[in-house]
């Protein structure tokens, strides 16, 4: 199994530009979460979502953020138009259904997008 | 809302026992605890993961009392490849809210030789 895998893995642009994070979770998996990773606030889940369907977005900094799932194997998520405080580590992961009685917060993290924003 | 807390840092030396503990005074009966390791310039990766008493896999070992008001992560003769941020979480992984899943700034563990 290649494990969740990111695209790109570095990004630098300049403020005003639009960028899209891209994720493809492990295959099978029914949960899609995207992070973002600073020194400063540590690791902030943005985004999550169900069989493809966005369940809980308030971790979403601001509208210039916006995340989709068109399948269940791909997601993006899109920043416009960046800014210099939206550089970061952007981490999507990936996690099955949990079995009954087997335990649950089970998270299969990717590489990570390293985004800088000049 | 099951806040965790844990020491910022911990140093140790190559060979001996580590432990890491973490304090959960809210948590709920349905969660469980989970600990994640993270290494510089990776995503966090699963380690183990309980509801009480004690659990053992390859990597540590999870003691949880009885009240689960805490736990402790226990790494066995730790190496210098054990040098990472390991995270508590406590939830039930029914991921109904996305505020129940909060890494906090974990525990950045430093062996040295």
């Known amino acids: 199994d290649a494990g969740v895998i990111q695209s790109p893995r570095h990004e630098v642009t300049e403020m005003g530009q639009e960028v899209t994070l891209r994720c493809k979770p492990i295959?099978?998996?029914?949960?899609l979460f995207w992070y973002r990773q600073t020194m400063m606030r540590g690791l902030e889940l943005l985004i999550y979502?169900?069989?493809?369907?966005?369940?809980?977005d308030s971790g979403m900094p601001e509208d210039r953020f916006s995340a989709k799932m068109p399948n269940a194997s791909f997601s993006t998520l899109k920043i416009q138009p960046s800014e210099p405080r939206d550089s970061a580590v952007y981490f999507c992961a990936s996690s099955p259904i949990p079995r009954p009685g087997q335990g649950k917060e089970t998270q299969y993290f990717g590489p990570g997008t390293r985004l800088l924003v000049l | 809302l099951a806040k965790t807390t844990q020491p910022i840092s911990m140093d140790s030396y190559e060979g001996q026992e580590v432990n890491i503990t973490c304090s959960h005074n809210?948590?709920?009966?349905?969660?469980?605890i989970t600990w994640y390791q993270q290494f510089p310039s990776q995503g966090p990766r699963f380690i183990i993961q309980?509801?009480?008493t004690k659990v053992t896999n390859e990597v540590a070992s999870l003691f949880i009392p009885a009240d689960r008001k805490s736990s402790t992560l226990s790494l066995p003769r730790v190496s210098l490849s054990d040098t990472a941020v390991y995270y508590c979480l406590v939830g039930d992984g029914v991921y109904s809210s996305a505020s129940k899943i909060i890494f906090g700034s974990g525990t950045r563990l430093s062996i040295r030789p």
């Open positions: 295959s099978g998996h029914d949960y």
């Open positions: 809210n948590i709920a009966t349905n969660d469980y």
């Open positions: 309980g509801y009480k």
């Open positions: 979502f169900n069989n493809n369907v966005p369940i809980d």
